[in-house]
Structure formats: structure tokens, C-alpha cells
């Protein structure tokens, strides 16, 4: 029989569990496969804690959230370790000959598909899924996770409508999201945001002050402001173009580290975007604002059916590849299929969403303003 290993990195996502006992309970119906779970993501590979994946381990974690396996954001070639920042590849790599794995399975998002190709690069059998509320990665329809964020978010614009409407408030509401608007802009819809701003459209805070400004005449002294938090203004965006640029074109070591140290000040000034938005709307508006971030409460408690759902669609199908011997790959979801994809054509891509997608457009046609 064949020995697999798993590990969950990256952040924490609802379906995980699920995705866990899927490949678990489909792999022991191949004769004598046998699973292992490595406990924190890369890390638990690389110092060998590990936990031998039982039917009795799989029960009963279909609907919890989190990973009993724990997670980590820990990456193989740029781990720390006693202080420093190692490569511990090679460790990796040895640790995985002497479980005797015919195979690893690494769940996770972006980070995690890089992670995964360098330790094919290096010899290793590995197969991926697709998780993250992001919903960002590449070459699948969906990652699971979103779904369950998706309705989290919107139930808490849903609850966030009562209060603005009764103070007569502008509520602005940061939704994660990383670096892409999939969650703001679903929820946002779904729950009827009057704005909704995504780092895919950069925005002006004048054309959001107006929308506001018009909704007030129309009698409605209550605006909700669904802001991805990644979103950018059109000025914030130039110029980290700008300074990406500069650090493109620098020559010499000096205008290197000067255009490092202003790209990381624009960044950093970035992080608290969210807040400097409700102010400035405040100001220009002359209603009271207040900000609520919704923060990791997106991604805790139980998946929601659909995750449950993808993540073993998805996982039972993994468990089918590694008795076929399928490697190199990530399980993508393909309407109602489960596709190998290699893993080159995912690595290091960011799905962002597109400008003519439907959901763009719907918003639109609802009134909704995007800030453009
Ligand atoms: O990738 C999932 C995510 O929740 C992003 O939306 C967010 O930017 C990031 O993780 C937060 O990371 P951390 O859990 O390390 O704070």
C-alpha cells in the first residue's frame, strides 16, 4: 500500500477539516494506503511531528473549523530556525524519505502552491488543493472557504444596516481579502452595501463622498461602505506605481535602499487605509462615520454546507489521483469536475477579479457605487 502525508499551511480556512477526512476516508478504501497528518503546516514536516491520520482521527471533524492539524505561515526555503532564516528544503526532503511517503498533500492557498512546486522541484511527489476565503487562486472556480466567509460577511453587513440606519451613520467595513475584492464584492452585494470598494477598481474618495452626498438627498441619511482590504485610492495607487518603478530603475545601492524604504512607507501607510477612509468621509460628507473590521472572524466556526461540500468533492478526488499516481499537480474545481492542473500554471498567480466579470456589472446595475 502507499504511504501519504498531509499538511495544512497557510491561514486557516472553514472545509479544511472536511477536506482532511475526505482524502483520509476515500485513501482507506484503497487497499493498504495509509495517511499521516504533519502538524503545523511545512513546519511540522521539517521537524517531524506528525500524527498517523485513523478512521477513529476523522471522525467527527466534518463540521469544525480551523485544522486539526494545525497551520503555519512557515515557508521550506525561508524558515526561521534558532534565530535565523534557513532553507530547510533538504530537511524536507529527508524527513519525507524516512516516512517511506509515496506522496504529500498540501493544503492551501497562493503561498502554499509556490511552497509546493519548489519541493517537486526538489524530487518530491506532491499534489495540491485550493483553500483560502480569498477565493484567489488560479486555474479553479472557487477555493473552499469562500463560501463560508462570503456568509459570515454578509450577515454582518446585514446586522451593521440596522445600526447605521438608526444613528444615520456611515459604517465603513473592512473585509479581508488580501490582495483581491472576491469577498468584499460578494458580500457587498449579497448584502446590499450602497459602496463597494476593491483593490481591482482604485477609487476616488470624491466620487464616494458624492454617492453618499446623493443618497442623503434622497432621504436616506445612512450609508454602509463595504471596503476590501486590499482597496486603494486612485492617488495611494500612482504612486506605489511610481515608487515600484523607481525601484525597478534604480542604479546604484543608495537609490535602491531610498526606493525600498518609500515603497515600504507607501505600503505601510496603506495598512490603515480603512480607517483613513471613514475620516475622510466623515469630513466630507458632515455624517458621523465609524469603522468596523471584521478581521478574523471571517475565517473561524463551522464551513458552510457548499464548503463541506467542495472540500470533499475535492478531496476524495485528491485521494483518487495519489492512488493513480498523479503528481505535480492541484486538484482544481471545474464546474462539477475535479481537475488536475499542473502546478506550474498556478504558482505565483493571482486570481484577481476580472473588470468585465458579472458580478462588476450587477453591482453596477444596482446603483452600487464602485468609487471609479
Ligand atoms: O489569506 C487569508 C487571509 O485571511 C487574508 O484575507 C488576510 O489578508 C490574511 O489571511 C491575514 O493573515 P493572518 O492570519 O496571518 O493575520
Same mark, same amino acid.
Given at each position: 500500500?502507499?504511504?501519504?502525508?498531509?499538511?495544512?499551511?497557510?491561514?486557516?480556512?472553514?472545509?479544511?477539516?472536511?477536506?482532511?477526512?475526505?482524502?483520509?476516508?476515500?485513501?482507506?478504501?484503497?487497499?493498504?494506503?495509509?495517511?499521516?497528518?504533519?502538524?503545523?503546516?511545512?513546519?511540522?514536516?521539517?521537524?517531524?511531528?506528525?500524527?498517523?491520520?485513523?478512521?477513529?482521527?476523522?471522525?467527527?471533524?466534518?463540521?469544525?473549523?480551523?485544522?486539526?492539524?494545525?497551520?503555519?505561515?512557515?515557508?521550506?526555503?525561508?524558515?526561521?530556525?534558532?534565530?535565523?532564516?534557513?532553507?530547510?528544503?533538504?530537511?524536507?526532503?529527508?524527513?519525507?524519505?524516512?516516512?517511506?511517503?509515496?506522496?504529500?498533500?498540501?493544503?492551501?492557498?497562493?503561498?502554499?502552491?509556490?511552497?509546493?512546486?519548489?519541493?517537486?522541484?526538489?524530487?518530491?511527489?506532491?499534489?495540491?488543493?485550493?483553500?483560502?476565503?480569498?477565493?484567489?487562486?488560479?486555474?479553479?472556480?472557487?477555493?473552499?472557504?469562500?463560501?463560508?466567509?462570503?456568509?459570515?460577511?454578509?450577515?454582518?453587513?446585514?446586522?451593521?444596516?440596522?445600526?447605521?440606519?438608526?444613528?444615520?451613520?456611515?459604517?465603513?467595513?473592512?473585509?479581508?481579502?488580501?490582495?483581491?475584492?472576491?469577498?468584499?464584492?460578494?458580500?457587498?452585494?449579497?448584502?446590499?452595501?450602497?459602496?463597494?470598494?476593491?483593490?481591482?477598481?482604485?477609487?476616488?474618495?470624491?466620487?464616494?463622498?458624492?454617492?453618499?452626498?446623493?443618497?442623503?438627498?434622497?432621504?436616506?441619511?445612512?450609508?454602509?461602505?463595504? &471596503?476590501?482590504? +486590499?482597496?486603494?485610492?486612485?492617488?495611494? #495607487? /500612482?504612486?506605489? =506605481? *511610481? @515608487?515600484?518603478?523607481?525601484?525597478? $530603475?534604480?542604479?546604484?545601492?543608495?537609490?535602491?535602499?531610498?526606493?525600498?524604504?518609500?515603497?515600504?512607507?507607501?505600503?505601510?501607510?496603506?495598512?490603515?487605509?480603512?480607517?483613513?477612509?471613514?475620516?475622510?468621509?466623515?469630513?466630507?460628507?458632515?455624517?458621523?462615520?465609524?469603522?468596523?473590521?471584521?478581521?478574523?472572524?471571517?475565517?473561524?466556526?463551522?464551513?458552510?454546507?457548499?464548503?463541506?461540500?467542495?472540500?470533499?468533492?475535492?478531496?476524495?478526488?485528491?485521494?483518487?489521483? &495519489?492512488?493513480? +499516481?498523479?503528481?505535480?499537480?492541484?486538484? #482544481? /474545481?471545474?464546474? =462539477? *469536475? @475535479?481537475?488536475?492542473?499542473?502546478? $506550474?500554471?498556478?504558482?505565483?498567480?493571482?486570481?484577481?477579479?476580472?473588470?468585465?466579470?458579472?458580478?462588476?456589472?450587477?453591482?453596477?446595475?444596482?446603483?452600487?457605487?464602485?468609487?471609479?
Amino acid at each position: 500500500g502507499k504511504y501519504i502525508g498531509i499538511l495544512t499551511a497557510g491561514g486557516d480556512s472553514p472545509g479544511l477539516n472536511a477536506a482532511i477526512r475526505g482524502i483520509g476516508k476515500a485513501a482507506h478504501t484503497y487497499p493498504g494506503m495509509q495517511v499521516i497528518g504533519f502538524r503545523d503546516g511545512f513546519r511540522g514536516l521539517m521537524e517531524n511531528r506528525s500524527v498517523r491520520l485513523e478512521s477513529d482521527v476523522l471522525s467527527g471533524i466534518l463540521t469544525l473549523g480551523g485544522t486539526i492539524l494545525g497551520t503555519s505561515r512557515d515557508k521550506p526555503h525561508r524558515m526561521p530556525v534558532g534565530g535565523k532564516v534557513m532553507d530547510m528544503r533538504d530537511v524536507i526532503v529527508d524527513n519525507y524519505h524516512k516516512h517511506h511517503l509515496d506522496g504529500l498533500i498540501c493544503l492551501g492557498g497562493g503561498g502554499t502552491q509556490k511552497n509546493a512546486l519548489q519541493l517537486v522541484e526538489k524530487g518530491l511527489n506532491v499534489i495540491t488543493l485550493p483553500k483560502t476565503i480569498d477565493n484567489d487562486v488560479a486555474m479553479t472556480d472557487v477555493t473552499f472557504g469562500f463560501d463560508t466567509a462570503l456568509g459570515i460577511a454578509t450577515e454582518a453587513i446585514d446586522r451593521l444596516h440596522s445600526t447605521a440606519h438608526s444613528h444615520h451613520r456611515i459604517i465603513v467595513v473592512e473585509i479581508m481579502g488580501h490582495k483581491v475584492g472576491w469577498l468584499a464584492l460578494g458580500s457587498g452585494i449579497a448584502g446590499g452595501a450602497d459602496v463597494i470598494l476593491i483593490p481591482e477598481i482604485p477609487y476616488d474618495v470624491h466620487i464616494v463622498a458624492e454617492a453618499i452626498r446623493r443618497r442623503s438627498q434622497e432621504g436616506k441619511r445612512f450609508s454602509i461602505v463595504a &471596503v476590501a482590504e +486590499g482597496a486603494i485610492s486612485k492617488e495611494d #495607487a /500612482a504612486a506605489l =506605481e *511610481e @515608487a515600484r518603478q523607481a525601484k525597478k $530603475e534604480a542604479k546604484t545601492k543608495e537609490e535602491r535602499k531610498k526606493a525600498k524604504a518609500r515603497l515600504a512607507a507607501l505600503e505601510e501607510n496603506h495598512a490603515g487605509n480603512t480607517m483613513r477612509l471613514a475620516q475622510q468621509l466623515e469630513k466630507l460628507t458632515g455624517l458621523e462615520s465609524r469603522l468596523t473590521i471584521l478581521g478574523h472572524l471571517q475565517r473561524g466556526g463551522t464551513p458552510s454546507a457548499a464548503d463541506r461540500l467542495l472540500a470533499t468533492r475535492l478531496g476524495t478526488a485528491c485521494a483518487e489521483l &495519489v492512488n493513480q +499516481g498523479v503528481y505535480g499537480v492541484m486538484v #482544481a /474545481a471545474r464546474g =462539477e *469536475e @475535479a481537475v488536475p492542473v499542473p502546478l $506550474e500554471e498556478v504558482a505565483g498567480k493571482l486570481k484577481m477579479v476580472p473588470l468585465d466579470h458579472p458580478w462588476i456589472e450587477s453591482a453596477r446595475r444596482v446603483g452600487t457605487c464602485l468609487g471609479d
